[in-house]
């Protein structure tokens, strides 16, 4: 049976394995590394949002998520800058 979620690449090892994190409802319910090579050219960076297929915990597939990556993108940078911004103000 073929499982589909939802994976951000979280890191590459020794320029060769991608450490993916698979999602379910939101929160990180395993690990999965991958030979780099299989992901998408476009997907292989830190950060890339994916919907990968997994069969018998075998990775079978990945589809590369632009507007998802962008989106979780954006929303750390936001956080991170409303973090720094409450540091700075501690300041004065």
Do not use: W
């Amino acid at each position: 049976m073929t499982e589909t979620y939802i994976a951000t690449l979280d890191r590459i090892v020794d320029g060769q394995t991608a450490v993916l994190l698979l999602e379910e409802n939101g929160k990180t319910v395993d690990q999965l590394d991958v030979d780099v090579t299989k992901l998408p050219p476009e997907a292989q960076h830190e950060g890339a949002v994916l919907e990968i297929a997994v069969e018998a915990g075998e990775f079978c597939d990945a589809e590369y998520r632009p507007d998802a990556t962008q989106s979780r993108k954006e929303s750390a940078q936001e956080r991170l800058d409303r973090l720094s911004t409450k540091l700075s103000d501690r300041d004065r």
